[in-house]
T-cell receptor, first 110, second 112 residues
Framework: QKEVEQNSGPLSVPEGAIASLNCTYSDRGSQSFFWYRQYSGKSPELIMFIYSNGDKEDGRFTAQLNKASQYVSLLIRDSQPSDSATYLCAVGDAGNMLTFGGGTRLMVKP | DGGITQSPKYLFRKEGQNVTLSCEQNLNHDAMYWYRQDPGQGLRLIYYSQIVNDFQKGDIAEGYSVSREKKESFPLTVTSAQKNPTAFYLC???????????FGEGSWLTVV
């Protein structure tokens, strides 16, 4: 059984701080890694994806992947109250089947 | 606009009743998926289809059925055999293996 683990939170950070969201996965054969943001009552929306070890930056967001440690993270710089949401980590196998973590709830306080 | 359309957004089901959730996409994606999300939980895969006229069971297929007669459409039927169907249902699609999965806006199903 493939597993993706996230701390459910809530993770509380002050406005302007860096939020660090973490995810571990069990399947060493995993090939693709995604972060989705989900506001309460809404569907998930893609923030970033990463396929290779290292960092990938997109605006205020940085995804970090370490396949040896089976660990993927998302950093949000200059956090805003509008970033308050649940962040879902998803890990894909060779057939693009995604396994989702339970999500981390982020609260950014003004 | 290109996207994934789910309907209805809200649906109420009586005990013993079958209901069907619609999912249509105009993204020309080959693969389509149905997920279930319970409050405070992650997404669990119900069924998926990689090509027309073919579909596979996901992790929680019992009590559900699907069809894929057209590339654009992947309806989900929640049967009376599904004993705890109250949840948020999400349809998704992708261009295929290695491509990003995009979601529709979801359908809320409640048993009354």
């Amino acid at each position: 059984q493939k597993e993706v683990e996230q701390n459910s939170g809530p993770l509380s950070v002050p406005e302007g701080a860096i939020a660090s969201l973490n995810c571990t996965y069990s399947d060493r054969g995993s090939q693709s890694f995604f972060w989705y943001r989900q506001y309460s009552g809404k569907s998930p929306e893609l923030i970033m994806f990463i396929y290779s070890n290292g960092d990938k930056e997109d605006g205020r967001f940085t995804a970090q992947l370490n396949k040896a440690s089976q660990y993927v993270s998302l950093l949000i710089r200059d956090s805003q109250p509008s970033d308050s949401a649940t962040y879902l980590c998803a890990v894909g196998d060779a057939g693009n089947m995604l396994t989702f973590g339970g999500g981390t709830r982020l609260m950014v306080k003004p | 606009d290109g996207g994934i359309t789910q309907s209805p957004k809200y649906l109420f089901r009586k005990e013993g009743q079958n209901v069907t959730l619609s999912c249509e996409q105009n993204l020309n994606h080959d693969a389509m998926y149905w997920y279930r999300q319970d409050p405070g939980q992650g997404l669990r895969l119900i069924y998926y289809s990689q090509i027309v006229n073919d579909f596979q069971k996901g992790d929680i297929a019992e009590g559900y059925s699907v069809s894929r007669e057209k590339k654009e459409s992947f309806p989900l039927t929640v049967t009376s055999a599904q004993k705890n169907p109250t949840a948020f249902y999400l349809c998704a699609s992708s261009a295929g293996p290695g491509n990003t999965i995009y979601f529709g806006e979801g359908s809320w199903l409640t048993v009354v």
